[in-house]
Every structure is written in C-alpha cells, then in structure tokens.
C-alpha cells in the first residue's frame, strides 16, 4: 500500500521552531519528488515547499529563509524544518507526491501566544 503519514505538528508561540517529518511507504523519496502543502482555515490549500528526486528544493516566498527540507533515504522520511514561525504559519500541513495525487492525512501546526 502506498501511502505518506505526516507528524511533528503542534503549538508553538510565535518565533518557534518545528520539525514535521512525512514518511512514505511503497514509494522512493529518491526517486519520486515530494512537496508540502498548506491550508488554513477558510483559506484554499498553497504550496510551500518542494523537494526533488535529486535534492533541489524550492520554497514559497513567504516561508524562504525560515523552513528548510531535508530527507533521510534510508528512513525514506523528507522532513521540513520550520524556523521563526509566525501566526501565519497556523495551518494543516500536507505532504504530497502531487504527480500521483497522492496525500498524507496532514498534521496540524498552530502558531499562537
């Protein structure tokens, strides 16, 4: 069974860091790319990060300088490690192999004082 389970989501104040992590099952992390993905309530899902079977990345200009994406093949885990977390940040985060349509159950993050 192909699937992706996210997790590391929770409650930080403003200006903290988390680290979700999204492990795949039935699927390569180096060969396939994965991307993460976002929504906030009342809002549409958006991207937000990106990374390639070759270890390029890309990010969304609200995040750059604050997550960074990693991955551990021999875990077959892709993590994103999220720096300066803002009030903005509050959102379900997703991991996708959008080119299968294929999606984690999502992990909740909320930033909050």
């Known amino acids: 069974q192909v699937r992706l389970v996210e997790a590391g989501g929770g409650l930080v104040q403003p200006g903290g860091s988390l680290r979700l992590s999204c492990v795949g099952t039935?699927?390569?992390?180096?060969?396939?790319?994965i991307d993460w993905y976002r929504q906030a309530p009342g809002k549409q899902r958006e991207f937000v990060a990106s990374?390639?079977?070759?270890?390029?990345?890309s990010y969304t200009g609200s995040v750059k300088g604050r997550f960074t994406l990693s991955r551990d093949n021999a875990k077959n885990t892709v993590y994103l490690q999220m720096n300066s977390l803002k009030p903005e940040d509050t959102a379900v985060y997703y991991c996708t192999d959008y080119s299968r349509n294929l999606w984690g159950q999502g992990t909740q993050v909320t930033v909050s004082s």
């Open positions: 990374l390639s079977s070759d270890g390029a990345t």
């Open positions: 039935g699927i390569s992390f180096s060969v396939n790319p």
